[in-house]
């Protein structure tokens, strides 16, 4: 793909990017953005829409994503911030090949519980794997009272510090550490969009806040259900989303109100099934009622 095959939507404060991440990631201005999010295809196999996540040597994966995340380093500004993500397999490859190429400050599991048999002749994976990356670590955005979650010591056992003076409660609040319980995205969430590794708001919400500020310019190059857009746009940010997909570039182009149609078709939220199954049963009731 060439940059003249990029479609660009939206405007100044939201733009939305159909087309290859790299390719994409080369029209944006170096050192400009403040915030990247990154949360690639895992090599796992994943079915995207007919697309399937997955290459055919892990040297081919690993050499493309080599390509993307040196890319998001120059776009990054002196004191921006760098999330990445990806599967638990790939994840020590990132984190060698970053390390002398930015600062990684934390590594932090992305935890959650499944409904469903995970494994049964090996332990199966309950987390994701995420990088905090900073390319200052002494100049960098961090809003630790945006995010402050309950201590359960102080806020529950409500245990005494004898090592102040004078002595006194534990804080009732504090920095979240680097295990990270939200809930994966269901079917039945009123945020679920139809994708199938989309990254929940809560998740994307303690990030933006933490690592921006209002008027902030916040990037995802693998946008999907193009959550981190939308997150950006209720917290103030600005926004840049890249996806290859034109049926999730719909997706995005709706959730962050840029265009009503596309390509003649209007823009709507395609009802689940039990919300079918209500809509005909209220034109049931309705017809036995009249």
């Not at 403040?34 to 996540?53: M, V």
């Not at 190429?101 to 499944?114: E, F, N, P, Q």
């Amino acid at each position: 793909m060439k940059t003249s095959d990029l479609k660009f939507f939206g405007d100044g404060n939201h733009k939305v990017i159909l087309g290859d991440a790299v390719v994409a990631l080369n029209t944006i201005e170096d050192n400009s953005v403040d915030l990247i999010f990154a949360d690639p295809p895992y090599n796992i196999g994943k079915n995207f829409n007919g697309y399937k996540d997955k290459w055919n040597k892990d040297e081919d994966y690993l050499n493309w994503c080599y390509k993307w995340l040196d890319l998001c380093i120059k776009k990054l500004k002196p004191n921006g911030s760098f999330y990445v993500m990806t599967s638990t397999q790939f994840m020590p490859f990132y984190d060698i090949y970053l390390r002398d190429k930015i600062k990684i400050l934390s590594r932090i599991a992305w935890y959650y519980d499944s409904s469903g048999v995970q494994a049964k002749k090996y332990y199966g994976s309950l987390y994701e794997p995420i990088l905090f990356c900073v390319k200052d670590e002494d100049h960098y955005t961090f809003n630790a009272k945006n995010i402050l979650v309950e201590a359960k010591t102080g806020a529950k056992r409500r245990l005494i510090d004898y090592r102040k003076n004078p002595p006194q409660v534990y804080s009732s609040e504090k920095v979240p550490g680097n295990v990270w319980e939200f809930s994966r995205v269901r079917y039945r969430m009123d945020e679920y969009e139809e994708h199938p590794t989309q990254k929940p708001i809560a998740l994307l919400e303690r990030i933006i806040k933490a690592s921006s500020n209002k008027n902030d310019l916040v990037l995802d190059p693998f946008s999907g259900t193009f959550t981190t857009s939308f997150v950006a746009k209720q917290l103030g940010r600005r926004s840049i989303g890249i996806e290859l997909q034109e049926d999730y570039i719909k997706i995005g182009l709706r959730r962050l109100e840029i265009q009503k149609e596309y390509n003649g078709s209007k823009l709507a939220k395609e009802p689940r099934s039990f919300e079918k199954q209500t809509c005909t049963q209220q034109k049931e009731l309705a017809l036995f009622n009249q």
